[in-house]
């Protein structure tokens, strides 16, 4: 990261100057057999394409509120990443009720139709796949992003200071998320550029959020985030750790 990084946007900017061909996310989803590989610049293009759909198609700017109702996923990481680009609180997990837009999974649509702004479902189906029938009041994510652009400029600047994330009720800004992924970033055992982080958390704690995205990013290294990792037997996580060059993880109880 540079000094001047601020916001989890910044981070990922950086990331980009820096080396936008190494691996960022690697995704695997052990109850389907999916995996899948985001380089950095291919990770910010989605991020660039996502925050378009926010600030052009769904009106969303600074201070508004986006729940996600989303698992722990390489698409969640985008969102995560698009809210901060655009300067709107992501708020994981959040009352749908509460919000302005709602992000929403195949397993919360009923619970996300209590938002009564825009709403959007992912099918969160191997590469990005559509719905089969679009929910009936959303929009389908894999449908509205392809068509966006690929580069991403904010109408408004996003202040570093103003709040950015929800998580577990704890309200943090933009500049707190960074300062908080770097201060865990020792205990992760990542050491800078190279370290891999397998994580095998949750979103819906920020020590989720932190060793399956943020941390791993502040400190140029990157992530296998691992979705149902309790039904891989331990040779296989052992296996998927020496093939993927683990260097640290976190694994949960």
Known sequence: MNATD????????SALAADPGRPL???????????????VATLANWVAKTANL???????????RVALLLPAHWQTAVWLLACSSVGAIADVAGD?????????????LEAARACRGERVALA????????????????DYAVEVPSQGDRFVAFSPVDPDEPALIVAGAELSGAEVVERALGDAAGLDLT????RLLSGLSYDTWEGLSAGLYAPLAVGGSVVLCRHLEKLAEDGV????????????????
């Open 6 to 13: 601020r916001t989890p946007a910044d981070l990922l900017r």
């Open 25 to 39: 996310v690697t995704f695997y989803d052990d109850a389907t057999g999916e995996r899948v590989e985001l380089s």
């Open 54 to 64: 926010l600030q052009g198609d769904l009106g969303t700017g600074p201070g508004d």
């Open 96 to 108: 749908p009720a509460a919000a302005d837009v709602v992000v929403s999974g195949p397993d919360s």
């Open 124 to 139: 969160l189906r191997p590469l990005g796949g559509r719905f089969p029938v679009v929910p009936d009041g959303f929009v």
């Open 192 to 195: 800078g550029p190279g370290s």
């Open 238 to 253: 052992a296996k998927r750790i020496e093939s993927e060059r683990v260097t640290a993880s976190a694994r949960g109880r």
